[in-house]
């Protein structure tokens, strides 16, 4: 992913407000200008954030855009995708008419991202990508059960998607959990503890407080890759060249993403 991240400006986007209700019978100019808006050609009012990127809808004959067919344009894509969330300038491509009609056919995504379920990181936005763009998979700390490896395997092996990508993020709840319970020695609820018990290897003994979940982050990240890389079928597509296994993780504070393995 980038290694060098473009400076982060906050920017706070401003709301359009709606015209006051009238009561009586509408004129005929507005009933022109509503009409206009419901069929999509009335034009966005003035005065949103420079920069904040507007979602206006494609027109509907777009055709759906190339997609990435190797693992380094797949990269390349969702880096291109992270800079433009990082900077306020989101595409949100994908999502007109004629990509929806063309979807309903089949779909080719480019890349598979095993994510975790933080609300604070859908992997569609933080990489702007649309419809069809992304095979995802979520769960508690990024991590693995046969659910998962059957659901990445899927995106893999029948749909030969180049690019399967472990995204983890700064200040993991799943990991700050099991990085407590392990130093508390106390267990963790329910099925929580499953998350706990797979994730607790990937511990970093040799840091303390913070430091220590944040280290442990990283190597779950580490850890995951390596469990993914070595499954057998998914290693023959990385023998093959057709398929890479790389681990990310997502910065809250900034939005960026960055390649850690």
Not at 33 to 38: C, D, F, G, Q, S
Not at 39 to 53: C, D, E, K, Q, R
Not at 82 to 89: C, G, M, T
Not at 113 to 132: H, N, W
């Amino acid at each position: 992913m980038n290694s060098d991240p473009l400076p982060h400006s906050a920017v706070t986007p401003q709301r359009i407000e709606s015209a006051a209700p009238v009561s009586g019978a509408t004129p005929p100019a507005r009933r022109t200008l509503l009409r206009a808006a419901l069929t999509g050609t009335a034009a966005l009012g003035a005065g949103l954030a420079a920069g904040a990127g507007s979602a206006v809808a494609a027109p509907a004959t777009a055709a759906p855009r190339k997609r990435p067919t190797t693992a380094e344009e797949a990269l390349r894509e969702l880096s291109e995708g992270n800079r433009r969330w990082r900077a306020f300038r989101e595409r949100h491509p994908d999502e007109s008419p004629a990509v929806r009609q063309a979807l309903t056919t089949g779909q080719h995504p480019f890349a598979l991202v095993l994510g975790c379920i933080d609300s604070r990181v859908p992997p569609e936005m933080v990489f702007d990508q649309g419809l069809g763009d992304l095979m995802t998979v979520r769960s508690g700390g990024q991590v693995l059960d046969e659910a998962v490896l059957g659901s990445l395997a899927y995106g893999v092996l029948e749909l030969g998607i180049p690019l399967l990508m472990v995204l983890g993020h700064q200040s993991c709840g799943a990991v700050k959990a099991t990085v407590q319970a392990d130093e508390s020695g106390a267990k963790l609820p329910a099925h929580i503890q499953y998350l706990a018990d797979r994730i607790s290897p990937a511990i970093d003994h040799g840091k303390t407080g913070d430091a220590r979940v944040d280290a442990t982050i990283d190597a779950n990240i580490r850890l995951i890759r390596a469990q993914l890389a070595a499954e057998p079928d998914l290693a023959a597509k990385v023998d093959s060249g057709a398929l890479a296994v790389v681990g990310a993780r997502y910065e809250l504070t900034t939005q960026r993403v960055h390649r850690i393995c």
